[in-house]
């Protein structure tokens, strides 16, 4: 392994095409503003540097990321890179992780618009996010002790997993396919339009219009907290351990649920079953 340490970087493409590299205690800023520091590399480690440019991991192999700081400037850090570990790193730059695949985040501090899009396989844990559009369109997905923040998360995933989270966010998991959310709090609007094969378990669901138009939808003992107009043309199985403000149209299935303020049944194709006061086998 080639250590360097203590060092500046602000030339364009600067460590470009480095393999077998630990880079600790460096910086990559500077009046020659330069982009990509590391594009190309293969098996890197960057330990307690400061980044403050532009694409610094692009086309990667064997990356690996702590103590790190990424400011506002080092916009879209990681593109078309594979095999990342990043750790206990602040990554405060728009576009980060897009197009990537096999990436672990852990005990990091997010603060991206635009994070997320299109990976395949990305375990995040005990991390805190700010974004917009988070995580689009991304597959192979497991969250434990995420606390999320922003609107439009999860739009088109597929295959994920997430435990012991929370997400205030609006339009959470629209059009996403195969998901599972356990022991969590989702506070937002319109939660999960469109989604298909998705489940709740032992969850939290606050805010207006949740659940519509969803195929494949499952509820195991989960509360719902100031959820009005829910299930509108859902087909769900849905055992709830908390008052309903208002069910709209369910389209098939069986809601059992102590008490519901409303029932809406305006449309003939509205065949979902409602039992109050009563629970089914989940």
């Known amino acids: 392994m080639e250590y360097i340490r203590n060092k500046q970087f602000d030339e364009e493409r600067a460590l470009y095409g480095k393999e077998d590299i630990v880079v600790e205690d460096c910086s990559l800023d500077g009046p020659a503003d330069g982009e990509s520091a590391f594009k190309e590399a293969k098996n890197v480690t960057v330990r307690n540097t400061f980044l403050n440019l532009r694409y610094p991991f692009w086309h990667d192999e064997v990356l690996k990321i702590e103590d790190c700081e990424m400011t506002e400037?080092?916009?879209?850090?990681?593109?078309?890179?594979?095999?990342?570990?990043i750790e206990n790193t602040k990554m405060h730059g728009i576009k980060a992780v897009r197009e990537c695949?096999?990436?672990?985040?852990?005990n990091c501090d997010i603060v991206s618009p635009e994070f997320g899009w299109s990976v395949d396989g990305i375990t995040m844990e005990d991390s805190?996010?700010?974004?917009?559009?988070?995580?689009?369109?991304s597959k192979n997905i497991t969250f434990k002790n995420v606390d999320f923040t922003g609107k439009y998360s999860f739009q088109?995933?597929?295959?994920?997993?997430?435990e012991n989270c929370i997400f205030d966010t609006k339009d959470a998991f629209w059009h996403g396919k195969d998901i599972v959310v356990k022991?969590?709090?989702?506070?937002?609007?319109?939660?999960?339009?469109?989604?298909?094969?998705?489940?709740?378990i032992n969850c939290k669901?606050?805010?207006?219009?949740?659940?519509c138009y969803c195929e494949n939808l499952k509820l195991i003992h989960c509360e719902m907290i100031d959820t009005d107009l829910a299930f509108e043309k859902s087909q769900v199985q849905a055992t709830i351990c908390s008052h309903v403000d208002s069910i709209k149209n369910p389209l098939e299935g069986i809601i059992c649920v102590p008490s519901v303020g409303e029932i809406i049944r305006d449309e003939a194709w509205a065949k979902g079953s409602i039992v109050i006061g009563h629970e089914i086998n989940s």
């Open 205 to 211: 669901i606050i805010g207006t219009q949740p659940l």
């Open 156 to 162: 088109y995933i597929e295959n994920a997993v997430f």
């Open 73 to 85: 400037n080092c916009r879209a850090s990681l593109w078309y890179s594979n095999h990342i570990e």
């Open 128 to 137: 805190k996010v700010d974004s917009v559009y988070f995580m689009m369109r």
């Open 183 to 200: 022991d969590s709090v989702v506070k937002g609007e319109y939660l999960a339009w469109y989604s298909n094969n998705l489940t709740f």
């Open 101 to 106: 695949s096999d990436v672990t985040v852990r």
